[in-house]
C-alpha cells in the first residue's frame, strides 16, 4: 500500500524543502508535547480546536510555503476563502478524507461532529454558522500557543530544522531526488516521475505545479502528507536530533573549523568524499599534511572514513556539522 505523488513536469525551482514554525507547532499539538507545561486554563482552551489536530491535521496547517514566523504562516492561512477553511477544517472534526464542504447531508454531518464529542461538535457547528469568527478564535489559540511555550521550543528547534533542510536541498541539487528521498526517509522512494510513501493506504495525486517537504522534530516518527485535491501536495519527513554534544567536543569541533586549510578541506567533503591524494592534489598540499588535519577532523567527531581496496575516502559528517548552526553549513555549501 502506498500513496503515489506524480511529479510529471515539476521544475526543479518548484520543489521545496524548508522548515515551517506551523508545521511544527502542529506536530507539537498532535503528539500532546505542551499539555505538561502549560497553565490548566490554557490547556482547557486548546480543547476548543483540538480536532484539527488530534487524530490528524488540518491542511492548512501544514503549509506549501513555508514563511520564516509562525506570525506570517498564520497571515497566509487568513487569506484562505471561507469556503476552503472550513472544508479543511470538517475533514479533521468528521474523520472522513473525502468529505467536501457542502456533503454530506446537515443531518449526517450533525452526526458526525458529535461523534467527536460535545465541545468539538460545538465548534465545528460554529466553523459553518460563523466562520470568521471561529477562524480569528483558532488564530488567536495558535498565537497564544507561541506565548506558553511554541516560542521557547522552536529557539531549541529552528537551527537542527533549518540545516536538515539545507542538507536535503544539497543533496538533491548534487546528488538528486532520489537521494534526498532517501535520506530523508526509508518510507520515500522515487520510481520514475513518481515518489511513493509507505503508507497504510492507496492513493494517488500530482504535484505539477510544486510540491514542498518540511523538516520536524516533533512529529517524530510519523511521515505525513497533504494532498487533499485542489492542495499543493506537502511532506513532512521527521528528523532525529542528535544529543547535545559535550563542551569539550563542541571547543574541538569550533577549533577545528578556525583553521583555514581545515575549512578548505570541509567545503570540498561537504559536496563529496574524497581521498587523501585528491584532497591534496585539489588544495596544493602534500599528502602527510593533509593526513595531518584530517586526523584533527576525526579527533573532533567531523569525519566519516571508508576504505575500498587501497584506498580510502573521507566524507564530512554534516549532521554534527549542522549542529553547531545553519551558518557555518552556508559557509561550507557556498
Known amino acids: ?42 490547556a482547557d482552551r486548546l480543547l476548543d480546536a483540538e480536532f484539527l489536530w488530534r487524530s490528524s491535521r488540518a491542511d492548512f496547517l501544514l503549509p506549501a510555503d513555508p514563511r520564516p514566523t509562525l506570525e506570517a504562516e498564520l497571515d497566509r492561512i487568513d487569506q484562505l476563502p471561507d469556503g476552503v477553511y472550513v472544508a479543511s477544517a470538517l475533514v479533521t472534526t468528521c474523520g472522513s478524507s473525502r468529505l467536501s464542504f457542502g456533503a454530506p447531508a446537515p443531518d449526517r454531518l450533525v452526526e458526525l461532529m458529535a461523534a467527536r464529542g460535545p465541545r468539538q461538535a460545538a465548534f465545528a457547528a460554529r466553523l459553518l454558522s460563523d466562520p470568521s469568527g471561529a477562524r480569528a478564535h483558532v488564530r488567536r489559540i495558535l498565537e497564544d500557543c507561541a506565548t506558553e511555550f511554541f516560542d521557547a521550543a522552536w529557539q531549541g528547534i529552528r537551527t537542527t530544522l533549518a540545516a536538515d533542510a539545507r542538507h536535503k536541498s544539497d543533496l538533491h541539487a548534487r546528488h538528486g531526488l532520489s537521494a534526498a528521498l532517501a535520506a530523508m526517509s526509508p518510507a520515500l522512494a522515487l520510481h520514475g516521475t513518481r515518489i511513493t510513501l509507505d503508507k497504510l493506504q492507496n492513493d494517488s495525486t500530482t504535484a505539477a505545479h510544486g510540491l514542498t517537504f518540511v523538516p520536524t522534530v516533533f512529529g517524530h516518527p510519523h511521515l505525513l502528507a497533504v494532498y487533499a485535491p485542489s492542495w499543493q501536495p506537502v511532506v513532512q519527513y521527521p528528523i532525529t536530533p542528535a544529543p547535545a554534544a559535550a563542551p569539550g567536543l563542541v571547543r574541538r569541533r569550533l577549533d577545528a573549523f578556525a583553521h583555514p586549510v581545515r575549512l578548505q578541506l ?50 564530512l559528517d554534516l549532521t554534527a556539522t549542522a549542529a553547531l548552526g545553519t551558518d557555518l553549513i552556508a559557509v561550507l555549501l557556498r
Open 266 to 315: 570541509c567545503r570540498s567533503l561537504a559536496r563529496a568524499p574524497r581521498t587523501t591524494t585528491e584532497l591534496a592534489e585539489a588544495l596544493r598540499l602534500t599528502a602527510p599534511e593533509v593526513s595531518r588535519h584530517l586526523a584533527t577532523l576525526r579527533a573532533a567527531g567531523l569525519l566519516h572514513s571508508t576504505r575500498t581496496g587501497r584506498y580510502t575516502s573521507h566524507r
Open 1 to 42: 500500500m502506498a500513496l503515489t505523488i506524480d511529479i510529471t513536469g515539476l521544475a526543479p525551482q518548484r520543489l521545496t524543502i524548508a522548515p515551517s514554525p506551523l508545521a511544527e507547532l502542529a506536530a507539537m499539538l498532535h503528539v500532546r508535547a505542551p499539555q505538561t507545561r502549560v497553565s490548566a486554563a490554557f
